[in-house]
């Protein structure tokens, strides 16, 4: 019986032990990848960052303003012919849908109508750039596998925004440049003038839109 308890008392004595050397042993392999794997430092935050940030990230008077272009709309597209002599342009009709997007950041509209004997498609978003301070808008359409990109200056005193952006000639892939000319009449009538620019500065108007709200 002596002998017994004499075991089971040596037994209670080297458990606390082993059970430290165990933890031990456990925890080095978890020390020696932390020592190899070191997690970095947080840095510390630059506040003029987080306000610059902030600021390109607010939604101001001018993202309200073209959120106010959506819903459907009816267009009249008149198109120029390119060859001279011929100035009497050719009209189509198509509908347009105003979609906001983000939050109310961006605008996209879809076109769609008969144009030449085949089902037109267009394509176009909306934005206002905080940083830039410049409004943007990306168009593209099923007659070309490009994306029109222009930047414009809104005008107050003709509640109109003057797009430019280039695009390239498809026979001589030469830049082209190309103004379009967004007029608010009023919110309900909006008229958008489509121009390529001349080498000579010379501008050609090829396109214009004229909608009313449906």
């Known amino acids: 019986m002596r002998k017994i308890l004499l075991v089971f008392a040596i037994s209670a004595l080297s458990l606390p032990a ?6 031990k042993q456990n925890t080095k392999p978890a020390d020696k990848e932390q ?3 070191p997690v970095p430092p947080t840095p510390a935050e630059d506040p003029n960052q987080r306000r610059a940030m902030e600021q390109a990230n607010l939604m ?8 106010e272009w959506g819903g459907h709309w009816r267009e009249e597209l008149k198109i120029w012919s390119m060859t001279p ?3 009497e342009p050719t009209p189509f009709l198509l509908d347009r849908t105003g979609m906001p997007r983000g939050e109310g950041r961006f605008l996209t509209c879809d076109f769609r109508g008969m144009v030449n004997g085949r089902m037109y498609e267009a394509y176009a ?4 750039d905080n940083i830039k301070q410049k409004f943007i808008k990306t168009w593209c359409d099923n007659t070309g596998t490009g994306i029109l990109v222009l930047e414009g200056d809104f005008d107050a005193k ?4 003057d797009f430019r952006g280039t695009t390239l000639d498809p026979l001589t892939k030469e830049k082209v440049n190309v103004r379009q000319l ?9 008229v958008l003038e489509i121009f390529i620019v001349t080498k000579d500065g010379k501008e050609i108007k090829t396109m214009e839109l004229v909608s009313k709200r449906a």
Do not use: E, R, W
């Open 85 to 87: 002599g011929k100035n």
């Open 60 to 67: 101001g008077p001018m993202h309200h303003y073209f959120m």
């Open 125 to 128: 978003t909306y934005a206002y």
């Open 35 to 37: 020592a190899l794997n």
């Open 158 to 161: 003709t509640n109109s925004i």
């Open 18 to 23: 082993f059970a430290q050397k165990s933890k």
């Open 182 to 190: 967004l007029t608010m009449k009023d919110p309900n009538n909006h």
